[in-house]
């Protein structure tokens, strides 16, 4: 009987897989718990039942008395979307870090691997240190950062594209030079910028912060987050045949230059639309695709499904203790997820069973 792509998934060595409705389930509960948490936990001492009152408020247009107005925004404007920011954020580099570990077939890999982070950065700092595109308001810095994305996945895309299309290795080697190219080019911005308030802002969104969420920015990285992730889903059985290499997946059925090209520009897109928000938060698009295969094998139907609820789970909780640890002062998130991430890497790769990128 003819075998096609549909009927492939990454072969594992691993013998025991978690049953995913259950996994899917309480992993649904821990986010909505996460975020409840995020919301109460903070440095104004607001009880349990104030802020479930002022949720409630704001998700039915309640009323309340004059003297709860501070701390009513404290809740709502501040807090609330900030803890929805970072499950989308974290859901979003989760997936797309499945996604490019399979286009590059390396387990190395992760959502900045592109290069697409760096060239946002360009833009961002651009707003930061000189006001560029100031006509444009609260959304200067988001606008900025989303429009010099797209130019470095245009540039990247040139660099790497052959007649034959796009290669792993050509698009992980261009990548990593376009990297370093624009981390060089931001350097130059912040030294060449005034010191103070600026630069401290500059080096904040380059670690990665979700300081800045609000209700306005919030919808177009939840929507592009659910359009990448839906799209991803879609393709997961071609991401299956694709992770075997490119002569297993033509044989499969599945054109790999096609596919690798329509994932470039989905993962860029949405990469580029979340560091938008959050600044460059490294790590989580690297270890959550490993521990997800770890819980659940490779097969990308079941990965995808379980990573963008694993990152967001713990993006917010990142973010959360961003703001307690050295309260009122805010840690930048990426430190957080660099210093959670490495011990948790160096226990995956020492984890017998488990093969990086594999299961």
């Keep these: 009987m003819a075998t096609t792509h549909q009927d492939t998934a990454p072969t594992t060595r691993a013998a025991r897989r978690l049953p995913l409705p259950p996994l899917i389930a309480g992993l649904a509960a821990a986010l909505l718990a996460s975020l409840l948490c995020g919301v109460a936990f903070g440095a104004s001492g607001l009880s349990w039942s104030e802020v479930l009152r002022y949720l409630h408020a704001g998700l039915t247009g309640g009323t309340l008395r004059a003297d709860e107005s501070a701390a009513y925004t404290i809740v709502w404007e501040l807090r609330f979307p900030r803890a929805l920011l970072a499950a989308v954020v974290g859901a ?12 590059v077939r390396n387990a190395l890999a992760d959502p900045f691997v592109l290069g697409i982070s760096s060239g946002a950065a360009v833009g961002a700092n651009a707003v930061l240190l000189f006001g560029a595109l100031g006509s444009l308001g609260v959304w200067a810095l988001s606008s900025a950062a989303f429009a010099s994305a797209l130019g470095a996945m245009a540039l990247v895309y040139a660099a790497a594209r052959t007649p034959h299309g796009l290669t792993p290795l050509r698009l992980v080697l261009t990548g990593s030079a376009m990297f370093y190219g624009f981390s060089a080019v931001t350097t130059l ?61 033509a044989a499969l ?15 860029a897109a949405v990469t580029g639309a979340v560091v938008a928000v959050s600044g460059a938060i490294g790590f989580v698009g690297l270890m959550v695709p490993h521990v997800a295969r770890m819980l659940v094998g490779a097969d990308h ?31 930048p998130v990426g430190v957080i997820t660099a210093l959670l991430g490495v ?11 488990y093969t990086f990128g594999g299961a």
Excluded: H, K
């Excluded at 059925?253 to 993962?267: H, I, N, Y």
């Excluded at 011990?343 to 069973?353: A, E, K, S």
């Design 92 to 103: 979003g580099l989760s997936a797309v870090g499945v996604a490019v570990q399979a286009m």
């Design 189 to 249: 911005m912040v030294f060449g910028a005034e010191r103070g308030e600026a630069a401290r802002s500059a080096m904040m969104w380059l670690l990665g912060s979700l300081g800045g969420a609000t209700w306005a920015n919030l919808p177009i990285a939840a929507a592009a987050v659910l359009a990448g992730l839906g799209w991803l889903l879609w393709c997961a059985r071609r991401l299956n045949a694709l992770a075997m290499g490119d002569e297993t997946a």
């Design 253 to 267: 059925g599945v054109d790999p230059a096609r596919l690798r090209r329509s994932l470039f520009v989905v993962t």
């Design 301 to 331: 139907r079941r990965v995808l499904a379980v990573a963008p609820l694993l990152g967001a789970v713990l993006l917010v909780w990142v973010d959360t203790l961003s703001r307690l640890l050295l309260a009122p002062v805010e840690l």
């Design 343 to 353: 011990p948790c890497f160096v226990l995956l790769m020492r984890r017998r069973g």
